[in-house]
C-alpha cells in the first residue's frame, strides 16, 4: 500500500489549503484513513480521520470547525480541507491507512493503530 499526500504549502493566516491523499495498492476503499501533523519540535499529533465502514469521522479539538474531511471513493483519494489557518498549524501533515476497517473509536487518535504512511507534506502559516 502506498500513500501519496500532496496539497501542502505557504499561506497566509486566515487563508485556506487543500491537502489530498492517494492511496495505491492492496487497499480498500474501508480502510480507515487519517491525518496527523508533527510542528518543529513537537510529537506528531493526531488532526482528523474516517473509518468508512462505520460512517464516522473525528477531528482533533484544535481543528473541529474548521477543518473537514472528505474522500472521493473512485479516486481512492482522501481530502483535508483546511480553512482559517492559524501559525500553529504549521507542521508536515501525514497521511496514514490502517489495514483494519473496524478499528474502535478509541484508537482513532492513536499513530500507532496505523500500518501505512505517506511522505508528509508541509504547511506554513505565516504573514
Known amino acids: 500500500v502506498q500513500l501519496q499526500a500532496s496539497g501542502g504549502g505557504l499561506v497566509q493566516p486566515g487563508g485556506s489549503l487543500r491537502l489530498s491523499c492517494a492511496t495505491s495498492g492492496r487497499t480498500s476503499i474501508n480502510d480507515p484513513k487519517a491525518w496527523l501533523r508533527q510542528a518543529p519540535g513537537k510529537e506528531r499529533e493526531f488532526v482528523a480521520a474516517?473509518?468508512?465502514?462505520?460512517?464516522?469521522?473525528h477531528y482533533a479539538d484544535s481543528v473541529k470547525g474548521r477543518f473537514t474531511l472528505s474522500r472521493d471513493s473512485a479516486k481512492n483519494t482522501v481530502y483535508l480541507q483546511m480553512n482559517s489557518l492559524r501559525p500553529e498549524d504549521t507542521a508536515v501533515y501525514y497521511c496514514?491507512?490502517?489495514?483494519?476497517?473496524?478499528?474502535?473509536?478509541?484508537?482513532?487518535?492513536?499513530?500507532?493503530?496505523?500500518?501505512?504512511w505517506g511522505q508528509g507534506t508541509l504547511v506554513t502559516v505565516s504573514s
Open positions: 496514514a491507512a490502517s489495514a483494519n476497517p473496524d478499528i474502535i473509536l478509541s484508537r482513532v487518535r492513536d499513530e500507532a493503530t496505523y500500518d501505512y
Open positions: 474516517i473509518r468508512p465502514r462505520h460512517g464516522g469521522m
